[in-house]
């Protein structure tokens, strides 16, 4: 069985997770939001964006 999960939905999940919890707080979720934002804009989107690629194809390598 194969599941695709969009980064996006990922990484939502994960911080709505942490502010439920209260390991973050309502400022460091905004940061954190304000720089992957600003990220995307910027030359360093296509790096990151082959390194999280490259990852998610090692580890889905892993289960075969």
Same mark, same amino acid.
Not at 3 to 17: E, K, T
Not at 42 to 51: M, Q, W
């Given at each position: 069985?194969? /599941? !695709?999960?969009?980064?996006? /939905? ?6 709505? #997770?942490?502010? *439920? +919890? ?7 979720? /905004?940061? #954190?939001? #304000?720089?992957?934002?600003? +990220?995307? =804009? +910027? =030359? ?5 964006? !082959? #390194? ?6 090692? /580890?889905?390598?892993?289960? *075969?």
């Amino acid at each position: 069985m194969v /599941l !695709n999960i969009s980064a996006v /939905l990922l990484f939502g999940a994960a911080s709505a #997770l942490a502010l *439920k +919890t209260r390991s973050a707080g309502g400022g460091a979720a /905004l940061v #954190l939001f #304000l720089f992957g934002f600003f +990220t995307a =804009g +910027t =030359g360093a989107y296509e790096p990151i964006h !082959n #390194l999280v690629q490259a990852s998610a194809d090692a /580890l889905s390598a892993l289960g *075969k």
